[in-house]
């Protein structure tokens, strides 16, 4: 048998699984709370097709100048690599999402758009990273700080909405952040 570090491989899903399940008991408590329940919407409605990347990008490009073209290149680059790359591991993966038929959310005005493809990785968070990394600038940390901090909420209301395992969302951590290393890596040169 295959072994990572002297344990048996076979245990590495049991431990997935685990782990998710404590992160997602650990979100229950605040389910069905109506504040934290239509946050989780509002957050991840956000994280869709990257609207609050945009609208930070917009925000920098406000003005004429180096910044704006660097934003708004980062921001192509950003969502076209984390949409291929999302959808690329998606597909291989093909994993299931999380059981949502006892999922009772408040706050039944914010709508939340019914995810439709696999589960790993969590493409919002894949993407909120992404764009988190690329568009950080030096000698601005805590715009820095205001996106990662978002991206974080993005993944945290993806577990509390039960849209994605807790793993997904760690997963999309760690692609976000590598693509969007390369990503500003390769703009660097052009």
Do not use: Y
């Not at 690599?81 to 006892?102: M, Y």
């Not at 990273?129 to 000698?139: D, I, M, N, R, S």
């Amino acid at each position: 048998m295959t072994t990572t570090r002297g344990r048996p491989v076979a245990d590495l899903g049991g431990r997935i699984r685990s782990f998710d399940d404590r992160v997602d008991r650990a979100f229950e408590h605040l389910r069905g709370r109506p504040v934290a329940d239509v946050t989780a919407k509002v957050v991840s409605g956000l994280g869709d097709h990257g609207l609050v990347w945009a609208l930070s990008t917009a925000w920098i490009a406000r003005r004429p100048g180096g910044r704006r073209s660097r934003a708004l290149r980062s921001l192509a680059a950003a969502g076209v690599g984390s949409a291929a790359v999302n959808a690329g591991v998606k597909a291989v993966v093909g994993r299931s999402r999380p059981e949502r038929s006892d999922l009772q959310l408040r706050g039944d005005p914010v709508p939340l758009r019914e995810p439709v493809t696999s589960s790993f990785p969590s493409g919002h968070t894949l993407a909120a990273f992404c764009a988190a990394t690329v568009l950080a600038e030096p000698g601005r940390p805590v715009a820095g700080a205001a996106r990662f901090g978002f991206a974080a909420s993005v993944g945290a209301s993806r577990i509390h909405v039960r849209a994605h395992h807790a793993s997904d969302v760690v997963g999309g951590v760690v692609i976000g952040v590598g693509l969007g290393l390369v990503t500003r890596a390769v703009l660097r040169r052009w």
